[in-house]
């Protein structure tokens, strides 16, 4: 499995001393040196002066140290924090052509809706394995279509496919633009950013991060008046060489974010700019047929183990619907989800 440098720091030697290993080390030095002088002063003890001076030489080499990883700016607790991209992280490679077919057809057998999606990855996957690219290269994804025909749930399925951590952020939830590129110290919710933590927790540096519904993520405003916008934030991730070096407004230091496959969810795009459009162009997705619902239900329920004659009568509830766009993908899982609990429910005595 590969790894790439992910923060761009040097970290320290992993047997530096502490501050006080260091000092007491200087001291002993100091002792043994004057014990072994020609002429011993009569009083071989440290002085005041003395131990201020190892203080202050223990201190400039500490710096000195910090100055040259790129973390001096850090405190000691989000230091340790980074310390698990010593040996940067790991990619999840995706090697012959022949297994991107096999993604590809895994995801249009499970959602054949979703064809335009399908293929459009199929297509940069199989580019990247001719690079020779040491894990996929996806270009960011803008899916547009109906609300509740599975676009997350697609993706989803994309990152079981591939091995490698989903993560979805719901734009019109919590502050998208923080919770995507995290917020710099002096926001009362500092943080790192989901994308960049669950990098830390994995220690996988190319997941699928969902960003769901973005045309709705509103901005959010610091006390001085500033405005900061998702849109804005994503810009320099979604595009390869800035992504390459993306500083983040937290730790105040370099990430290579350039393999993250984005695939951003949206059911209309209004009020999505053109900066943002021209880096990620939209793939329309069409509505949910009869056929599609119907089919979703027969291999969910199979894949569940579901009774046949279960599943069968969640698909007479959706052909009697007469208009297909009035049931979603959510609709049909929520059934399978009641059936699933009445068939597991315990038998009362």
Not at 83 to 94: I, Q
Request: with cysteine; net charge neutral; charged share 25%.
């Amino acid at each position: 499995m590969p790894r790439i440098p992910f923060a761009d720091v040097r970290f320290p030697p992993e047997n530096l001393q502490s501050e006080f290993e260091i000092n007491t080390r200087l001291k002993r030095f100091l002792w043994r040196y004057r014990e072994n002088m020609e002429n011993p002063p009569d009083e071989l003890g440290l002085s005041e002066e003395d131990r201020a001076k190892i203080e202050r030489r223990t201190q400039k080499y500490l710096r000195k140290v910090a100055n040259q990883s790129g973390l001096a700016h850090l405190d000691r607790k989000d230091r340790a924090r980074l310390e698990v991209f010593r040996n940067g992280a790991r990619l999840m490679p995706v090697e012959t052509e022949h297994r991107v077919d096999e993604i590809a057809s895994a995801l249009h057998t499970e959602m054949p809706w979703m064809a335009p999606a399908t293929e459009r990855l199929w297509q940069d996957m199989r580019a990247s394995v001719r690079n020779g690219d040491p894990a996929p290269l996806v270009r960011p994804m803008l899916l547009v279509g109906p609300p509740g025909i599975g676009k997350s749930q697609w993706a989803r399925l994309l990152g079981d496919l591939i091995s490698v951590p989903t993560t979805i952020i719901e734009a019109t939830g919590e502050p998208a633009p923080f919770a995507v590129t995290g917020s710099q110290r002096g926001w009362g919710s500092a943080s790192p950013g989901k994308v960049l933590e669950g990098i830390m927790a994995s220690q996988i540096a190319n997941p699928v991060i969902v960003i769901d519904e973005i045309e709705k993520a509103g901005a959010v405003q610091s006390t001085g008046g500033q405005r900061y916008t998702l849109a804005e934030g994503l810009l320099p991730l979604l595009e390869r060489s800035t992504a390459r070096h993306w500083s983040c407004p937290y730790f105040r230091i370099a990430f290579d974010m350039s393999w993250v496959t984005w695939v951003l969810t949206a059911n209309t795009l209004r009020a999505l700019s053109e900066p943002f459009l021209s880096r990620c162009p939209p793939t329309e997705l069409t509505a949910l047929t009869q056929e599609h619902l119907t089919g979703f239900a027969e291999r969910e329920g199979a894949r569940r183990d579901l009774p046949q004659d279960a599943v069968d009568a969640v698909k007479e509830v959706v052909e009697a619907i007469r208009t297909p766009h009035h049931v979603s993908l959510r609709s049909v899982v929520r059934m399978l989800d009641a059936v699933e609990h009445a068939v597991n429910r315990p038998v009362l005595h």
